[in-house]
C-alpha cells in the first residue's frame, strides 16, 4: 500500500509498503512506539506512525504517514491508557466509573516511549475519589506534559429513578354539561319518525 515519511530533517518521501506487514506492526507497536522503516537501499529510520487512512467499508489500511525521528530528541505522543482493576465504589457503592480520559499526552526519548499507561482503579474505593494525572506510575525517562492536577477518572454516584405517582382526579370538582334541548317533565326527548306508507290517496 502507498505511504510517505517525513520529519524535521526528512523530506517528505513517498513508499509502498507491504499491507501484511504493516498490519502486524500496526497491531503490535500502536501509534506510540518506534518501528525501523527500511528502504530497498537498506537505509533505516525510526519512526512512528503518525496517521492512517482507513477504508470506510473495509476497515482496511489504505495508507500510512510515518514520522521520522530526529536522533537526540525526545518526542512528544498521545498513549492509551489502560484501566485495570475492581473499583470498591463501583463493586459496593453502586458507583459509576467516569474515564474523563483515554490517553495521555507523554514525552521521552524514542527508546523511552511506552506502549500504554496502565491506571490502577481499585484506588477508587469512595464514591468522592478521583486519580489524577500524578497518581499514574510512569516508566523511567517519561515525562506528562499534562497538568499534573488533571483528572484521569472519578466516581458518578448512581440516582435512582423515582416513579411518579398519579394524581387522584376530584370527580366533584368536574362540571358535567349536558347537550342537546333541555327536556321538561312529562316530556320525552326521543323525536317521533313519521313514516309514509303507500302513495297518497284522493
Not at 517528505?12 to 497491531?27: G, N, Q, R
Not at 530528541?73 to 491508557?81: F, G, I, Q, S, T
Not at 321538561?184 to 326527548?189: A, F, I, L, P, R
Request: aromatic share 4%; no cysteine.
Amino acid at each position: 500500500m502507498p505511504a510517505v515519511f517525513y520529519g524535521p530533517t526528512s523530506a517528505s518521501t513517498a513508499v509502498s509498503i507491504p499491507t501484511v506487514e504493516f498490519k502486524k506492526v500496526w497491531k503490535k507497536a500502536g501509534e506510540s512506539s518506534v518501528i525501523i522503516l527500511r528502504e530497498a537501499s537498506g537505509t533505516e529510520h525510526e519512526v512512528l506512525i503518525h496517521d492512517i487512512d482507513i477504508h470506510p467499508l473495509t476497515g482496511e489500511p489504505r495508507h500510512a504517514d510515518f514520522y521520522v525521528i530526529e536522533k537526540g530528541k525526545k518526542v512528544e505522543v498521545a498513549v492509551p491508557l489502560i484501566f485495570t482493576g475492581v473499583s470498591s465504589a463501583v463493586k459496593d457503592k453502586a458507583g459509576i466509573l467516569v474515564k474523563v480520559h483515554r490517553e495521555l499526552k507523554i514525552e521521552a526519548a524514542p527508546r523511552d516511549l511506552p506502549h500504554e499507561l496502565t491506571v490502577d482503579i481499585s484506588k477508587l474505593v469512595e464514591l468522592s475519589d478521583v486519580i489524577h494525572a500524578k497518581d499514574i506510575p510512569l516508566p523511567k525517562g517519561v515525562e506528562l506534559k499534562v497538568n499534573l492536577d488533571e483528572v484521569i477518572a472519578s466516581i458518578s454516584e448512581s440516582k435512582e429513578e423515582v416513579e411518579e405517582t398519579p394524581i387522584a382526579i376530584d370527580m366533584s370538582a368536574i362540571e358535567v354539561a349536558a347537550k342537546g334541548k333541555e327536556v321538561k317533565e312529562g316530556e320525552s326527548d326521543i323525536a317521533p319518525v313519521v313514516e309514509a306508507k303507500g302513495g297518497d290517496k284522493k
